[in-house]
């Protein structure tokens, strides 16, 4: 399979986070803590709606104060 049709299929992007403390599944609301580990929440997505991993990587972010910080994304991608 090449790439191009490995994207071709996807209609519809999920981001998950490890910056948000809690994240719902958006297809069947199950309460997924991405925090602790991103891993078990692609797994979800992955095992139970078919979902393709389309990218894993770091996002940098500003706290409040100013800081910046790092977390960890992925973005998975389904069709509809």
């Known amino acids: 399979m090449t790439t191009q049709n490995y994207y071709e299929s996807v209609s519809e992007t999920i981001y998950l986070s490890t910056n948000e403390k809690f994240t719902y599944c958006d297809l069947c609301k199950s309460q997924l803590s991405a925090i602790a580990n991103i891993g078990?929440?692609?797994?979800?997505?992955?095992?139970?709606?078919?979902?393709?991993?389309?990218?894993?990587?770091?996002?940098?972010?500003i706290d409040g104060s100013g800081k910046q910080f790092s977390s960890t994304v992925a973005i998975l991608g389904r069709s509809v």
């Open 40 to 61: 078990d929440a692609i797994n979800h997505y992955l095992k139970y709606h078919r979902t393709k991993l389309l990218h894993v990587g770091q996002e940098s972010s």
